[in-house]
């Protein structure tokens, strides 16, 4: 009886050895991180890193290419300047080859739609938008990356929507009658790609007379589409065909700083203030290279249990901020690496920093990486983290600079050793 006893006990001791493995490999997530006190989660020390140098940095030159979310329209903010959006999109055959015959159909209408993701900066308000249609004088390539910078030449001699549409905060998709001339695009096909090649894809833009707002789309929504009515004697159809989600597309942000602090500069000291654009605009810089060099040589065998990066909001800063921002590093190539490692750049999906309301500050964890510094040989613990906020915003923040301590960003870590 002892015998099986032991044996009993042994067994649930390495159940609960497995158990902790697992756990320990668990990727981190943001469930319930805004419940939790970071100082009262592990038993251990608690350590402050303050960065020793920081800096806004103009990024213009930001993948933007194939994200489920994107954004259109003009804005202009009296810190961050004028920024256009613009869409880039091909259009696609809904299945491989068309089943319809359009040379022998009569087409009563061809629809754009979008499905509304958010709009900018009053979200409850209503917006005139003066959208632009026209067709791209070469083709949108389906294998290439797309970047914020980038531009493709339309073809002028096209204008298949231009007026003026007003989109209400109640709505949830928001239609564009096209201009009959885009019938012609709709050529049989004998292939999906034959198709992509003869239409070449369109620019979709918030011309000048508009409404100073951003609407924000979800590209990956099976509403956003162009949609052909027909009819053929009695009888009534409709096709639809592809764009935003399963096609290429990208979104174009062009700035315009005059007028504002950000001015005939890329790169702006961050001693007071630090500033968060998304759109390709303005990432922050810290540096925490001294307070980690120090760290690592009182405490060379430490272990971090939890590691989290706080940016106070400056009291100047807009109420509309971004809800997420990502963590980023260069590795030794220089190349970029989210932190943690994300499962799909172009969704954003995986842990990213939440904005804590009450506290008025983004929270982010960066537990792994701080851990991984600690324990690589021969680093140089001089670290930059670089903070960007998601594409399909138009919510800008004014983060707090580093001259005082106890307003400024920093990590905050329990440890042991």
Same mark, same amino acid.
């Given at each position: ?62 993948? $933007? ?40 159909? $009569? ?299 106890? $307003? ?10």
């Amino acid at each position: 009886m002892v015998h099986k006893i032991h044996k009993l006990i042994l067994g649930l001791a390495a159940l609960a050895m497995m158990a902790a493995l697992v756990a320990c490999e668990d990727e981190e997530s943001a469930l319930g991180i805004d419940l939790v006190d970071s100082s009262t989660m592990f038993d251990g020390a608690q350590y402050t890193l303050y960065p020793n140098a920081a800096w806004s940095k103009t990024e213009d030159s930001l993948l $933007t290419s194939n994200y489920s979310f994107g954004i259109i329209g003009n804005l202009e903010d009296p810190v961050f300047g004028k920024t256009q959006a613009v869409v880039y999109t091909q259009i696609a055959l809904a299945d491989n080859t068309s089943s319809i015959n359009f040379s022998e159909v $009569t087409i009563d209408s061809v629809v754009m739609t979008f499905t509304k993701h958010q709009l900018f900066p009053d979200t409850a308000g209503n917006y005139n938008l003066r959208f632009e249609v026209k067709q791209l004088a070469d083709p949108l390539e389906s294998d290439k990356r797309y970047y914020s910078s980038d531009a493709i030449a339309v073809d002028e001699s096209t204008l298949f929507f231009d007026d003026m549409v007003t989109v209400s905060y109640t709505d949830t998709v928001v239609r564009l009658v096209l201009d009959p001339s885009i019938n012609r695009l709709l050529a049989d096909s004998a292939s999906a790609e034959e198709f992509v090649a003869h239409t070449r894809g369109l620019r979709i833009r918030v011309a000048e007379g508009s409404d100073n707002g951003m609407m924000g789309i979800d590209f990956s929504s099976a509403q956003t589409c162009i949609t052909a009515y027909y009819h053929y004697d009695s009888i009534l159809g409709q096709h639809p065909f592809y764009m935003g989600a399963n096609t290429a597309h990208f979104v174009q942000f062009i700035h315009d700083y005059s007028g504002s602090p950000l001015n005939g500069t890329d790169s702006i000291d961050g001693t007071n203030r630090l500033y968060l654009e998304p759109m390709g605009g303005h990432c922050i810089h810290l540096n925490f290279g001294r307070d980690l060099m120090k760290f690592y040589q009182e405490h060379p065998t430490a272990a971090v249990h939890h590691a989290e990066l706080r940016l106070p909001l400056a009291a100047e800063s807009s109420s509309l901020v971004p809800d997420q921002v990502l963590a980023l590093y260069k590795d030794a190539a220089d190349s970029l690496i989210y932190i943690p490692d994300l499962t799909d750049i172009y969704t954003m999906s995986g842990f990213d920093g939440h904005y804590n309301s009450d506290g008025g500050y983004f929270r982010l964890r960066v537990t792994r990486h701080i851990q991984s510094l600690l324990r690589r040989e021969g680093i140089d613990h001089g670290m930059v983290l670089l903070l960007d906020s998601r594409r399909h915003t138009a919510n800008s923040a004014i983060i707090n600079g580093i001259s005082d301590t106890a $307003t400024s960003p920093k990590i905050v870590f329990v440890y042991s050793e």
